[in-house]
């Protein structure tokens, strides 16, 4: 049988400090709106989990999908982040 410990260095050859890079940071703020969209989608239809929905509740749901979309396609229309167009 095999020991871990031989393989130990090279799994954890290059340390991870727990902190996403400048990098990442930058891809999710440039996201944040769909993720908040998303959010509020979801919100939305947890809501209408246990009930039978009311025509307010079906308005915020296809408020939610649209601005989903929209939040979708404004990101797929934007630059990337590394400069190239």
């Not at 290059?14 to 979801?42: K, R």
């Not at 601005?67 to 190239?84: D, I, K, M, T």
């Amino acid at each position: 049988m095999k020991s871990i410990a031989a393989l130990q260095a090279v799994v954890t050859a290059t340390p991870f400090d727990g902190e996403p890079s400048d990098t990442e940071l930058d891809a999710i703020e440039q996201e944040l709106p769909l993720i908040l969209a998303e959010v509020d989608l979801l919100d939305a239809q947890i809501a209408l989990l246990d009930r039978v929905p009311s025509e307010l509740d079906m308005r915020r749901l296809r408020r939610a999908r649209r601005r989903v979309l929209e939040a979708r396609w404004e990101l797929s229309n934007r630059a990337p982040l590394g400069g190239a167009a």
